[in-house]
C-alpha cells in the first residue's frame, strides 16, 4: 500500500468526457463437485479457484502456498502474519496471512489481495470476497461470470486531488454524513492511497451504515499493519472488529475481539465500560445469562476496589473523590447488570435501585414507573 501521508498527492486518472463506455468479460468457469471453479493466474503461476462469495478471503492450501514459495510466485516478504478463522464446519482454525501481489482473470488484474493459507490435505482453493470485491460489477449466468468493468476515453485526463477528496471524506465523516464519506474513501481506495488509519476511518463509516460485510473485509485487510505499527489504536480496531463479527453471529470470534479490545483500552476507562457490556451483550445473545452476569459483576467488583469505594457509598455520601464520569460509569454498570437475567426477579429491582441512586436517568424513570423507592438504602435489600 502506498503511503499516502500529508501532502498534495495528484493522482493522473482517465476522465470520460461523453464517451465513457463498459467493457463486458465473459469467463467460461469449470463446473467440478456441485461448484464453480475459475482459471487464474496467481502472481503468474497457474491455478483454479472455486467462486466462493460467502468466504471473506481468498484461501489456498498450505502445499499449494508451498509451490508457490518454492518457485518464486511468492515471497517471504508476501507473508504478513497470522490468526485464526472459522471454516464451513464451525470449527476455529489457524491460519497465515498472505498478500497475492497479482490475480491475472482472463486479462483482468486485481492487485494487493488478502489471502488465507490453511494447513491440511482438504483445504480449499476459494476465490473469496477479497478478490471478488476488487473485480468489479458481475453477473453469473450457468457456468459464465460476466464481469462488466468501466473504460475511459484517453483523448481526456483529469487531475484528481487525493488530499482535498480524504479531507472531504474525513469532514462528511465528522458531520455524520457517512454515506457520502463512503463514496468519497472508496474513490481513494481503489486508487490504492489510503493509508492503514484511512481504511480504519472508512470501515467505520461502513459500520454507522450498518455494512458489516465491507467494514470486516477492510479490517482484516490493515489487521496485521495496525498490529504492528498502531498499538494506540488496537482498542478501537479490536472493538470494531468484534462488533462486525457479533452482528454476523460469529460469537466466538466476536468475544475474542472484544477481550483483545479491552486488554489494550486504558483500564477503567469509559471506552472500557463500553467493551465490557458489549461482552455482556454477547452472552446474552447465546442465551448465558450466568456468563453475562458474571463478566459484569467481576469488572464492576474491580471498578469499586479500584476507587477505594462500596457499591452502597452512593447512600453514605462518599463519593466525592469520585470524577463525574465514575459516576456515570458506575450507574451504568449497575443499570446494564440488571439486564443480565433472564426473569424479572428481586435481583433485578436490587440493581436498578442501585443504579437510580448513582444516578442512571434510565434506571430512575424504572423505578419511578414500578413505585422502587432508591433515594435511602432500602431495608429489603442487602448490598455487597
Same mark, same amino acid.
Given at each position: 500500500?502506498?503511503?499516502?501521508?500529508?501532502?498534495?498527492?495528484? /493522482?493522473?486518472?482517465?476522465?470520460?468526457?461523453?464517451?465513457?463506455?463498459?467493457?463486458?468479460?465473459?469467463?467460461?468457469?469449470?463446473?467440478?463437485?456441485?461448484?464453480?471453479?475459475?482459471?487464474?493466474?496467481?502472481?503468474?503461476?497457474?491455478?483454479?479457484?472455486?467462486?466462493?462469495?460467502?468466504?471473506?478471503?481468498?484461501?489456498?492450501?498450505?502445499?499449494?502456498?508451498?509451490?508457490?514459495?518454492?518457485?518464486?510466485?511468492?515471497?517471504?516478504?508476501?507473508?504478513?502474519?497470522?490468526?485464526?478463522?472459522?471454516?464451513?464446519?464451525?470449527?476455529?482454525?489457524?491460519?497465515?496471512?498472505?498478500?497475492?501481489?497479482?490475480?491475472?482473470?482472463?486479462?483482468?488484474?486485481?492487485?494487493?489481495?488478502?489471502?488465507?493459507?490453511?494447513?491440511?490435505?482438504?483445504?480449499?482453493?476459494?476465490?473469496?470476497?477479497?478478490?471478488?470485491?476488487?473485480?468489479?460489477?458481475?453477473?453469473?449466468?450457468?457456468?459464465?461470470?460476466?464481469?462488466?468493468?468501466?473504460?475511459?476515453?484517453?483523448?481526456?485526463?483529469?487531475?484528481?486531488?487525493?488530499?482535498? +477528496?480524504?479531507?472531504?471524506?474525513?469532514?462528511?465523516?465528522?458531520?455524520? %454524513?457517512?454515506?457520502?464519506? /463512503?463514496?468519497?474513501?472508496?474513490?481513494?481506495?481503489?486508487?490504492?492511497?489510503?493509508?492503514?488509519?484511512?481504511?480504519?476511518?472508512?470501515?467505520?463509516?461502513?459500520?454507522?451504515?450498518?455494512?458489516?460485510?465491507?467494514? +470486516?473485509? +477492510?479490517?482484516?485487510?490493515?489487521?496485521?499493519?495496525?498490529?504492528?505499527?498502531?498499538?494506540?489504536?488496537?482498542?478501537?480496531?479490536?472493538?470494531?472488529?468484534?462488533?462486525?463479527?457479533?452482528?454476523?453471529?460469529?460469537?466466538?470470534?466476536?468475544?475474542?475481539?472484544?477481550?483483545?479490545?479491552?486488554?489494550?483500552?486504558?483500564?477503567?476507562?469509559?471506552?472500557?465500560?463500553?467493551?465490557?457490556?458489549?461482552?455482556?451483550?454477547?452472552?446474552?445473545?447465546?442465551?448465558?445469562?450466568?456468563?453475562?452476569?458474571?463478566?459484569?459483576?467481576?469488572?464492576?467488583?474491580?471498578?469499586?476496589?479500584?476507587?477505594?469505594?462500596?457499591?452502597?457509598?452512593?447512600?453514605?455520601?462518599?463519593?466525592?473523590?469520585?470524577?463525574?464520569?465514575? /459516576?456515570?460509569?458506575?450507574? %451504568?454498570?449497575?443499570?446494564?447488570?440488571?439486564?443480565?437475567?433472564?426473569?424479572?426477579?428481586?435481583?433485578?429491582?436490587?440493581?436498578?435501585?442501585?443504579?437510580?441512586?448513582?444516578?442512571?436517568?434510565?434506571?430512575?424513570?424504572?423505578?419511578?414507573?414500578?413505585?422502587?423507592?432508591?433515594?435511602?438504602?432500602?431495608?429489603?435489600?442487602?448490598?455487597?
Amino acid at each position: 500500500m502506498k503511503s499516502f501521508g500529508r501532502r498534495l498527492f495528484l /493522482i493522473i486518472c482517465f476522465c470520460a468526457i461523453g464517451m465513457l463506455g463498459h467493457a463486458q468479460t465473459i469467463i467460461q468457469m469449470e463446473e467440478y463437485g456441485g461448484v464453480y471453479r475459475i482459471p487464474c493466474k496467481i502472481n503468474g503461476a497457474k491455478m483454479k479457484l472455486i467462486f466462493d462469495t460467502g468466504a471473506d478471503k481468498v484461501c489456498i492450501s498450505l502445499s499449494m502456498a508451498k509451490y508457490l514459495l518454492d518457485n518464486d510466485f511468492l515471497s517471504k516478504n508476501d507473508i504478513k502474519g497470522s490468526g485464526s478463522s472459522t471454516v464451513a464446519d464451525g470449527s476455529i482454525v489457524d491460519h497465515i496471512k498472505i498478500n497475492i501481489r497479482d490475480i491475472e482473470i482472463q486479462g483482468i488484474h486485481i492487485n494487493n489481495v488478502e489471502a488465507i493459507v490453511i494447513d491440511g490435505q482438504n483445504a480449499p482453493l476459494l476465490m473469496g470476497q477479497s478478490a471478488i470485491r476488487k473485480l468489479g460489477k458481475y453477473s453469473i449466468s450457468g457456468n459464465k461470470l460476466i464481469v462488466n468493468r468501466n473504460t475511459t476515453s484517453t483523448q481526456a485526463k483529469c487531475e484528481v486531488d487525493a488530499e482535498k +477528496l480524504l479531507d472531504e471524506a474525513n469532514e462528511a465523516k465528522s458531520n455524520g %454524513y457517512y454515506r457520502i464519506a /463512503i463514496e468519497k474513501y472508496s474513490i481513494l481506495y481503489n486508487l490504492d492511497v489510503l493509508n492503514p488509519l484511512d481504511i480504519m476511518s472508512y470501515a467505520l463509516c461502513c459500520e454507522r451504515v450498518e455494512d458489516y460485510s465491507t467494514e +470486516l473485509f +477492510l479490517l482484516n485487510e490493515i489487521q496485521y499493519e495496525i498490529e504492528a505499527n498502531y498499538s494506540n489504536m488496537k482498542d478501537v480496531f479490536f472493538s470494531s472488529l468484534g462488533t462486525c463479527y457479533e452482528k454476523k453471529g460469529d460469537y466466538y470470534a466476536a468475544l475474542l475481539n472484544y477481550e483483545k479490545a479491552k486488554r489494550n483500552t486504558f483500564p477503567y476507562s469509559n471506552y472500557q465500560v463500553l467493551i465490557v457490556c458489549s461482552m455482556a451483550d454477547v452472552y446474552e445473545a447465546q442465551g448465558n445469562y450466568y456468563k453475562s452476569k458474571k463478566t459484569l459483576s467481576a469488572f464492576i467488583t474491580d471498578y469499586l476496589n479500584e476507587k477505594k469505594i462500596k457499591a452502597t457509598d452512593c447512600w453514605n455520601n462518599n463519593i466525592s473523590n469520585l470524577e463525574s464520569y465514575d /459516576i456515570q460509569n458506575i450507574a %451504568y454498570l449497575f443499570y446494564r447488570l440488571s439486564f443480565a437475567n433472564d426473569t424479572y426477579n428481586d435481583e433485578v429491582k436490587k440493581y436498578i435501585i442501585i443504579a437510580a441512586a448513582w444516578g442512571s436517568e434510565e434506571a430512575i424513570e424504572w423505578c419511578k414507573a414500578h413505585n422502587l423507592h432508591y433515594k435511602t438504602k432500602p431495608n429489603n435489600y442487602s448490598y455487597n
